[in-house]
């Protein structure tokens, strides 16, 4: 595996489900990311990690929960989802949070009924 | 707020034509800007990195960074049908990164 892979790529869950996306990233980062896309809107940032550690939390409503075991791995839990959570949901990471280059992950398209 | 502004489009123009996306941002503190490809259904790509006033070029591909007028362009020459996407700007500054909303393009066969 080369890049940034994540998974699923697709995912559809009622609003009671819980659910996890998974990132992995292999070009050896310090920083993850993680962001929602929506329609006509600017990419969202929803969490930083440096060095394993949160660094950023904008605001999300508590039904996203990041975790970082580890530098290579990026998780987002989630629960009880609303259908405006509806998005595409992208990972990213770059060398440092300075770096600025960041890398994205193929993303996944989440679907909540 | 800083934000990152770009025409949504679509921008189209004809196969082998010169095509010119731009973008503005309102914080003068940004040092890094980017160019992402985004097609449709995927993740954006980044194809360009500029920090220096100036152009820079890769290929078909030049962006040209003016801080004064915190203006940003990306020009595509010989453009092809593969360069159909959306193209994102990004600006970098303070452990940040500020996306646009991204500029549609289509080139015409």
């Known amino acids: 595996e080369t890049g940034v892979t994540q998974t699923p790529r697709h995912l559809v869950m009622g609003m009671t489900n819980k659910k996890s996306l998974k990132c992995e990233q292999h070009?050896?980062?310090?920083?993850m990311y993680w962001y929602k896309q929506s329609a006509k809107k600017p990419l969202e940032l929803m969490f930083v990690y440096s060095l394993e550690e949160r660094v950023e939390n904008n605001s999300v409503p508590s039904r996203f929960s990041p975790e970082c075991p580890n530098s290579s791995h990026l998780f987002l839990h989630l629960h009880t989802l609303q259908p405006e959570d509806s998005a595409l949901y992208l990972c990213?990471?770059?060398?440092?949070?300075?770096?600025?280059?960041?890398?994205f992950g193929p993303g996944t398209r989440l679907t909540v009924t | 707020q800083k934000e990152v502004e770009q025409n949504s489009g679509p921008l189209s123009v004809p196969e082998g034509a010169i095509a010119s996306l731009n973008c503005t941002y309102s914080d003068r503190g940004s040092q890094s800007f980017f160019w992402y490809r985004q097609y449709s259904g995927k993740s954006p790509e980044l194809i360009m990195s500029i920090y220096s006033n100036g152009d820079k070029e890769d290929g078909r591909f030049t962006a040209q960074l003016n801080k004064a007028s915190q203006y940003v362009s990306l020009l595509i020459r010989d453009s092809q049908p593969s360069d159909s996407a959306t193209y994102l700007c990004?600006?970098?500054?303070?452990?940040?990164?500020?996306f646009g909303i991204g500029t549609k393009l289509q080139v015409i066969p």
């Open positions: 990213a990471s770059s060398q440092t949070r300075d770096s600025y280059e960041q890398y």
């Open positions: 990004a600006a970098g500054g303070y452990q940040k990164v500020t």
């Open positions: 070009l050896g980062h310090n920083a």
